[in-house]
């Protein structure tokens, strides 16, 4: 099946430790998307990729980071530096030249 | 920059009743794409319905619909013969045609309860 699989689901971490968010498509979709969704707040952007090798940033990537090696990976580590990372996470990928991003299941991050 | 508003923190509707959520978006632009994503309690955000700014037909997708008013950037959605599954938080979104600007903005949300 076709799709966007984002893992763990859950994710627990102490404070000051760096930790990575999975995000796979197979899909063969050229962009992706990271943002965080806080209650009240909608989702935001955190960075986006529109091609192997590229990112930009986005409304909030202070104390995040992204790589993007791989087309159909794009991992999200959240650093110490990251005031309030306790979040719900969001990755999203869309086809070259489609409106539309789909979603995977998120991951809840907690830092304890 | 462009900025999606939903005003309605909360909604509800009756079971088989029609219900409207409001959005409207600021830009300066002319070409754009306006969304409908869902989350249920599992929070998959779902597409419902997409709408290009170009088209004057407002997106119609079985029980949902928009009302597209492009002058007053206003961008509704109908929902027809509310279900129990329709129960979930609604997020408008927008996202500009202008090449190399390929992000999506997105409302706070509208949580839709379902009465039966």
């Known amino acids: 099946d076709g799709g966007i699989t984002q893992s763990p689901k859950y994710l627990f971490r102490k404070e000051g430790q760096n930790v990575t968010l999975s995000c796979e498509q197979n899909?063969?979709?050229?962009?992706m998307y990271w943002y965080r969704q806080d209650p009240g707040q909608g989702l935001r952007l955190i960075y986006y990729?529109?091609?192997?090798?590229?990112?930009q940033k986005g409304d909030i990537a202070e104390g995040y980071s992204v790589s993007r090696e791989k087309k159909e990976s794009f991992p999200l580590t959240v650093t110490s530096a990251q005031k309030n990372p306790t979040a719900f996470y969001l990755c999203?990928?869309?086809?070259?030249?489609?409106?539309?991003?789909?979603f995977g299941q998120g991951t809840r991050l907690t830092v304890v | 920059a462009q900025t999606v508003t939903q005003s309605q923190p909360e909604m509800s509707v009756q079971e088989a009743e029609t219900v409207t959520l409001s959005c409207t978006y600021d830009t300066s632009e002319s070409d754009y794409y306006l969304f409908w994503y869902k989350q249920p309690p599992s929070r998959q955000m779902i597409l419902v319905i997409r709408q290009e700014a170009y088209k004057q037909q407002n997106a119609t997708e079985n029980r949902f619909s928009v009302n597209f008013q492009k002058a007053a950037k206003s961008f509704s959605l109908k929902i027809s013969d509310s279900q129990l599954g329709d129960a979930a938080m609604y997020f408008c979104a927008y996202r500009s045609q202008n090449s190399g600007t390929y992000k999506y903005i997105f409302g706070t949300g509208t949580r839709l309860k379902v009465l039966a």
């Open positions: 990729s529109q091609i192997v090798n590229d990112f």
């Open positions: 899909l063969n979709h050229d962009a």
């Open positions: 999203a990928s869309r086809a070259d030249r489609s409106p539309e991003a789909f």
